[in-house]
């Protein structure tokens, strides 16, 4: 509970990140999946980093080398002396050949490993976002949603292609450089001990700062995109309205959001590059001091520690162990700017990391139905159901739906529908008018189980539907919603989006019955043609008919239609009405319209108005009441 209440907080903004270790552990455990191409990269990053330590490591013995051909001012040694020379610069050859190809090898399997890793988190990321409710979807713009995978995912990437390879790199390199540094002198590795603590230190306070501000920011972001999105998609709606001005005022807030806490960010993260330059300079210029002062013979610290007990004489340093110790002083100071360098894209990655794995960790939608939909050998469905004792008990698909006393409330606080009763049988058809708000829609989204009732009882065929699983309980309802979604792909795709295993005929047969196929007929590649954009080479009216055409393919036992014919015209309509009636006949039939000539044959109307039905019987039942039906229907009362 605990942690569902901490990913809640950070959907609501309130959560601060206080945990990015965990979230580094959970990133970094996604590499499971391509663990042999991780371990053959390691195996080249040690052999990189290693051999690049000890090619450095071989400056001593250069050095040294040089000391005594200046000491040998006979020359008697000099062929001897060369030889030696000749060889470790060979040896150092060998090496950074080495070093180089494992270089490349590293970045070539890390690159195919972080393609993996991506592919995993994206796939998990819209697997989960699949199996979240509704409701989740309804608070969220789609500018919002899609910032998951291009802000987030693609900062994750950034981090993966770049800083967790210079991590691996610079952290191999560090303890390499540590373990030489050591075995040159110990108390000059004091100086690098100092450099560390001061970075550890360092580094935990900018990134507690940095790290909630990239966090914000990535909200900020998606803010920022689900506005864009909204716009760009009402573009029609802002100019009809002249609201660009508008328009542009609320960007521009939303905008100047995200510039201050990205600044912020930014610059947080961006002074650690500076912080270690500066301080890899001073702590190379102190080592360099210490170390000569160390090695003018001993002279300096002989005088300084005349009455000390401890003989500091002995703690002499040659100038070849200096030389090769503030080489791989520098190389520490590098590698630690390195990874300063990627404080960026590490702390921006993590912040999206948290919101994508804050997602993933969103309950998703509960299903706790047992009651399965079953088709036995002679082709009849049938509800399977489990009896208290173990036993199988079937129940025959008929498509009979009731509401006992539904109370219902979106919030929590109001209600929207209260009391409802309604009785629906197949081959019935059941009509529901009222006002805007009135809760015609909801009724329907309860029967879909896309929200749960707060009291009351819906049955399907004697069965409460919160017994049955979701997937057999959607997959005997069709719907034709009042807002059209076609997808990318041919016209024939998007009517077999009602039914998958459809054939090209059964798919033509049901444009036929939505009367669809005539102008389907007429399009330049017919059934092939295209669709891009939601449909927006077709006008709306057509758009609707192919979603009837989708519904009737998918021949469902109960039909949904919730204003259906909305955006065709009253002539289209008159023509497919033959069509409907075949596609309705032996099925129960819901029918949301606000075009009152829609419902007059159905088998009985219901009247809502501030979610309770205040009306019902058929169209003379209701006209004879002379109730809001009827001024409704007379037009002394009109539908808002």
């Not at 990391?353 to 993933?360: N, P, Q, S, T």
Request: proline share 1%; with cysteine.
């Amino acid at each position: 509970m605990a942690r569902q209440r901490d990913i809640e907080a950070n959907f609501k903004g309130k959560r601060k990140p206080e945990n990015f270790f965990r979230t580094i552990g959970r990133l970094l455990s996604y590499y499971k999946n391509c663990k042999w191409t991780l371990f053959f990269a390691v195996v080249f990053i040690i052999v990189y980093s290693v051999a690049s330590i000890v090619a450095a490591y071989q400056l001593k013995g250069l050095v040294a080398i040089l000391g005594e051909a200046l000491e040998d001012t006979a020359g008697i040694h000099m062929d001897e002396q060369t030889a030696r020379y000749m060889t470790i610069l060979l040896f150092m050859a060998v090496l950074y050949v080495a070093s180089a190809f494992a270089n490349f090898g590293l970045n070539r399997l890390m690159l195919q490993c972080t393609s993996v890793v991506m592919a995993k988190l994206r796939v998990d990321l819209f697997d989960h976002m699949q199996e979240l409710p509704v409701s989740f979807f309804d608070s969220k713009t789609h500018g919002e949603l899609m910032s998951y995978f291009t802000n987030d995912v693609d900062a994750i990437r950034e981090m993966l292609n770049q800083s967790v390879t210079q991590l691996l790199i610079s952290s191999v390199s560090l303890v390499s450089a540590i373990i030489a540094m050591i075995s040159l002198s110990a108390p000059l590795f004091l100086i690098v001990v100092v450099l560390g603590t001061l970075v550890v230190v360092i580094t935990k306070a900018i990134a507690s700062r940095s790290g909630r501000n990239f966090v914000h920011q990535q909200k900020a972001l998606a803010r920022v995109n689900g506005y864009i999105e909204e716009m760009m998609e009402g573009q029609r709606v802002v100019k009809a309205f002249n609201h660009e001005e508008k328009s542009m005022a609320d960007f521009d807030v939303m905008n100047e959001e995200l510039r201050r806490v990205g600044t912020r960010a930014s610059t947080l993260a961006s002074i650690m590059g500076p912080i270690m330059n500066n301080l890899s300079h001073i702590f190379y210029a102190i080592t360099t001091t210490i170390g000569v002062l160390f090695g003018i013979n001993g002279e300096l610290i002989r005088k300084l520690s005349a009455n000390s007990r401890f003989d500091w004489s002995k703690i002499g340093v040659e100038s070849a162990v200096l030389i090769t110790f503030l080489t791989f002083i520098r190389q520490f100071s590098n590698r630690v700017s390195e990874i300063s360098q990627q404080f960026n894209f590490i702390l921006l990655a993590l912040a999206g990391a948290e919101r994508v794995f804050g997602l993933i960790d969103m309950a998703p939608e509960v299903d706790e139905g047992a009651v399965t939909l079953e088709t036995k050998e002679d082709g009849t469905k049938v509800w399977r159901c489990i009896d208290k004792d173990g036993s199988s008990i079937e129940v025959p698909l008929v498509g009979r739906i009731e509401l006992h006393d539904v109370d219902f409330s979106y919030d929590g606080e109001r209600l929207v529908l209260e009391d409802v009763n309604v009785y629906a049988k197949k081959g019935q058809k059941i009509a529901f008018v009222g006002s805007t708000g009135a809760g015609k829609t909801t009724i329907i989204n309860l029967i879909n189980r896309f929200y749960d009732i707060v009291d009351g009882e819906i049955t399907y065929d004697g069965i409460d539907i919160r017994n049955i699983k979701k997937a057999d309980l959607r997959g005997t309802l069709g719907m034709v919603l009042q807002d059209t979604h076609l997808f990318t792909g041919t016209v024939m795709d998007n009517i077999r989006y009602g039914k998958l295993d459809a054939t090209d005929e059964d798919c033509i047969e049901a444009a036929k019955v939505a009367n669809a196929h005539y102008f389907i007929s007429h399009l330049p590649e017919g059934y092939n043609t295209m669709l891009y954009s939601d449909g927006a080479n077709l006008s709306q009216g057509q758009r609707q008919l192919i979603a009837i055409a989708r519904a009737a393919v998918a021949a469902p036992v109960v039909l949904i239609l919730d204003e259906a014919t909305s955006s065709i015209d009253t002539r289209t309509e008159k023509l497919i009405e033959s069509g409907m009636d075949k596609l309705m006949e032996g099925r129960t039939v819901f029918v949301i319209a606000h075009r009152l000539s829609t419902v007059r044959n159905s088998n009985a109307i219901m009247v809502l108005e501030h979610g309770r039905i205040i009306e019902r019987g058929d169209h003379d039942d209701l006209i004879r009441q002379q109730g809001k039906y009827y001024q409704l229907y007379t037009g002394a009362f009109e539908l808002s």
